[in-house]
């Protein structure tokens, strides 16, 4: 089953990128990176407690929603001389108009994070066994390639969300016969729902880049499909889309200036005009790790990870002056101001496949375990906070990662094979930084993983960060005291090993608490020796929270801020206020 083009470092292939030399992301980008710039607040709506007890200023969307809040007393005061005038019919229409804007309010989804469901293993799980993990790891959204009649049987009844597909070799066929279309349906929805959750059809995968001799017929399938689903009264609940390639993005940095490849024009804007149309959205496939392949040392590697770069790293959009942390958000953003170009406003964006390889050939040596570790961890985070992108800034892009097992039976280079969240075992390949019960993708099933000194860190590295450790950190670095269990060996790379594993503890495992200026690491050995029993291991466990934020990078200015984060959603907020509202005037009928 082929879903993702091999060959990825061709032009064809995913990424934004085309060549590095037709302003894509090259000397444009190096042109915008802008000195003595200020740090962009990469998360909207958050505030942070520091632990000094000094309150920080408001960010900009608690900003904002304090001049909603404002907006509503006003209005409510103005009302309330008019309370007296009004008869109480037409109060009653106000109040129902209120509580219907609420309901708008709060039926607003937030982002979610999904899977996708690659099959290419020697020893494919049973359904079962899917499903199974999908409940363990609180992964209420998954895609699939096809629409297998075993795994829809399985999820049925489990209240997660589905997308099926039309897979590309079908597509020619349902492009050309409504009737072929109908029974697609026929087979593969109507004989599932409602007990199967399906919400979405990907009609075809990457089409234009990946089947091109298939493009004549997209928009025929993508209606075809959709009248058949109108005729079943299912247009409402499942929505119909086509997953494409980042890479029909052309000029994709500054964003701003990003257009699709005008050669699919004539089948793009008919597929944005439907999609539109329907009320649908865009299914985009956003891999940063093949732009910074394609990069040639351009793009930092902190940059495609989302890790957090320094002022004058940070890239800027000279015709927009938005600032730039991270390839992901440049790619969703170019794919909106592509749309723009063509007349296509407010469609969403739903990132159908990302990820990054674990493991890759001599050629690949930025496919690891922790740059994938990293990249997911750090995707997960900045998806579920509702972030958004810096042009549009708290609306959600749901994301599915790419993907939930290794395929091993995947052709091509040793990274094909190596995207997966878990083995066909259903063992995590590494342990996502997302610890706590209900996090989505929890996968840290033992919970046991430390904090130990990166092999071959800085001697005065490690000094400077056991110190601040035992010091600022406040860990209780008593146990290291000559005598005391973990003494010895006396050396800084044991005791920082100790110091940094009680911090990365004592914080609840957080994300971003074990890097120390790039000198630590995390691992799932325990570094306890002899009598040194260190936090965290059998026994010793500390408390856990579901805190996600994001790793810092070597290129951090401090070593760890020690703040405790807040996360808030606006529409409950709104919400809160519209309700507060309604009560004070219900006061007065």
């Given amino acids: 089953m082929k879903k993702k083009p091999t060959g990825k470092l061709s032009k064809s292939s995913k990424g934004c990128m085309t060549t590095i030399h037709d302003a894509s992301w090259g000397f444009p980008f190096l042109k915008l990176l802008q000195d003595n710039e200020e740090r ?202 086509t997953p494409h390639s980042s890479s029909i993005i052309l000029d994709s940095f500054p964003p701003s200036q990003a257009f699709f490849n005008r050669s699919w024009d004539k089948v793009m804007v008919p597929v944005l005009k439907f ?71 407010n469609l969403p964006i739903v990132v159908t496949e990302s990820g990054w390889p674990s493991k890759g050939d001599s050629a690949e040596r930025d496919a690891t375990l922790d740059n994938a570790n990293t990249y997911n961890s750090n995707l997960i985070k900045h998806v579920l906070n509702n972030t958004g992108t810096p042009k549009h800034p708290g609306i959600a892009v749901s994301t599915y990662i790419y993907e939930l097992y290794n395929e091993d039976l995947r052709p091509g280079s040793v990274s094909e094979k190596n ?61 290291m005291l000559q005598g005391q269990p973990c003494y010895e060996p006396d050396n800084v790379v044991t005791h920082a090993t100790y110091a940094f594993n009680a911090y990365y503890q004592k914080m609840a495992k957080s994300p971003g608490t074990c890097d120390f200026k790039g000198v630590a690491t995390i691992t799932t050995t325990d570094p306890s020796h002899g009598s040194c029993i260190v936090p965290g291991s059998a026994g010793r466990n500390g408390t856990f929270d579901n805190s996600t934020s994001l790793a810092p990078s070597s290129n951090s200015t401090t070593i760890s801020s020690g703040c405790s984060v807040m996360f808030h959603t606006v529409g409950s907020f709104a919400t809160s206020a519209i309700i507060g509202f309604l009560v004070l005037t219900a006061v007065f009928l």
Avoid at 292 to 312: C, E, H, K, T, W
Avoid at 320 to 334: P, Q
Avoid at 454 to 474: N, S, T, V
């Fill in 40 to 241: 962009l607040n990469k998360v909207q709506n958050m505030t942070v407690e520091c632990s000094s007890g000094q309150a920080p200023s408001a960010p900009p969307v608690v900003s904002g929603l304090l001049v909603v809040s404002g907006v509503l007393l006003l209005s409510f005061f103005a009302l309330l001389g008019l309370v007296m005038e009004v008869r109480k019919d037409s109060m009653a229409v106000l109040l129902l108009l209120l509580i219907l804007a609420v309901s708008s309010v709060s039926a607003a989804e937030d982002a979610f994070v999904g899977v996708n469901l690659g099959t290419d293993l020697s020893d494919m799980p049973s359904p079962t066994e899917v499903v199974a993990l999908l409940k363990a790891q609180n992964i209420q959204h998954i895609r699939l390639y096809d629409a297998d009649r075993a795994m829809l049987l399985a999820l049925a009844n489990t209240g997660i969300q589905v997308t099926v597909s039309v897979p590309n070799d079908q597509l020619l066929g349902i492009g050309q016969s409504n009737a072929t279309a109908a029974n697609w349906i026929t087979r593969n929805v109507i004989a599932h729902v409602p007990a199967t959750n399906i919400t979405a059809i990907a009609v075809g995968s990457e089409v234009l880049t990946a089947l091109p001799n298939a493009a004549p017929v997209l928009v025929s399938a993508l209606k075809f499909i959709h009248s058949a689903l109108i005729a079943s009264n299912l247009d409402r609940q499942i929505k119909v889309s």
């Fill in 275 to 345: 999609l539109q149309s329907t009320d649908s959205y865009l299914m985009l496939n956003v891999y940063p790790y093949y732009d910074y392949m394609q990069s040639n040392g351009v793009i930092p590697l902190d940059y495609a990870l989302f890790r957090p770069l320094p002022p004058n790293k940070e890239a800027v959009d000279a015709n927009t002056l938005l600032h730039y942390t991270n390839v992901f958000d440049a790619i969703v953003d170019a794919a909106y101001f592509a749309m723009s170009y063509l007349n296509i406003t």
């Fill in 419 to 479: 995207w997966g969240l878990f083995d066909a075992n259903g063992l995590p390949v590494y342990t996502l930084h997302l610890t706590g019960a209900g996090t989505v993708l929890a996968n840290d099933t033992t919970n046991q993983t430390f904090c130990v000194a990166k092999d071959g860190a800085d001697r005065k590295m490690l000094q400077a960060a056991l110190d601040w450790a035992c010091g600022p950190g406040k860990v209780d670095c008593s146990p």
